[in-house]
């Protein structure tokens, strides 16, 4: 079956403008969570969504936005880019509300690249 | 909070010789236990996981991880190793129950000939 697919794979973007990227889970997943991977802070949880609602959510500021549609597909937001906000952005997609007991998937991320 | 520690940022080894990565994890409740493969320019792969039960867990591509309760610990080893092991590793860990993970800042590992 297909896996985690994220769109677009690269972007560049400058500072000040807002990006959206897309993450469709694997079929019947209906648990999206997102995560940023800079060098410098390695990998960091963003948000989690189930079921079109947030269920957790990162230290980052409200720059960072997301959300869920009824197909499962989602979304991150983020405005007023910085030079920071550089960085690799994944998604991982798992099958239900206890879905840690089950195998986070994750695509292979959208590198973003804010000058 | 729980937080993940992994000791070696990298580890040079040569091919068919034995690895252990090592994590190290600290938390109030009681955890789930992971560990990924980053290759380059790609996603995270999960080679194993520790739920509960057996403490030796085993996983993909002959990789194998050993939870200690006692000294917090979850380290990865392989008795041989091969050039295509040659990526990043990381450990990470979960709330039981809860979805987000927290991860360690990886170990590069790196095969010579």
């Known amino acids: 079956k297909a896996g985690v697919t994220q769109t677009p794979r690269y972007l560049i973007k400058t500072r000040g403008q807002q990006v959206t990227l897309s993450c469709s889970p694997i079929?019947?997943?209906?648990?999206v969570s997102w995560y940023q991977q800079t060098p410098g802070q390695g990998l960091q949880f963003l948000f989690e969504y189930f079921s079109e609602t947030q269920r957790n959510k990162g230290n980052f500021p409200g720059r960072f936005s997301g959300r869920q549609f009824s197909n499962s597909r989602s979304e991150m937001n983020v405005s007023t880019l910085e030079l920071g906000d550089s960085a690799l952005y994944l998604c991982?997609?798992?099958?239900?509300?206890?879905?840690?007991?089950?195998?986070?998937?994750f695509g292979q991320g959208t590198r973003l690249t804010v000058v | 909070a729980q937080s993940v520690t992994q000791l070696d940022s990298q580890v040079p080894v040569f091919e068919e010789a034995p690895v252990e990565l090592r994590c190290n994890y600290s938390s109030s409740v009681s955890v789930y236990l992971f560990w990924y493969v980053q290759y380059p320019n790609q996603g995270l792969q999960l080679l194993l996981k520790?739920?509960?039960?057996?403490?030796l867990v085993k996983g993909i591509n002959g990789f194998e991880a050993e939870f200690n309760k006692s000294q917090t610990s979850f380290h990865l080893r392989k008795p041989s190793v091969h050039i295509s092991d040659t990526a990043e590793y990381f450990c990470a860990v979960s709330d039981r129950g809860a979805q987000k993970l927290v991860f360690g800042q990886g170990t590069r590992l790196t095969i010579n000939p």
């Open positions: 520790y739920l509960s039960g057996s403490t």
């Open positions: 079929s019947g997943h209906r648990s």
């Open positions: 991982a997609s798992s099958v239900g509300q206890s879905g840690i007991k089950t195998e986070a998937f």
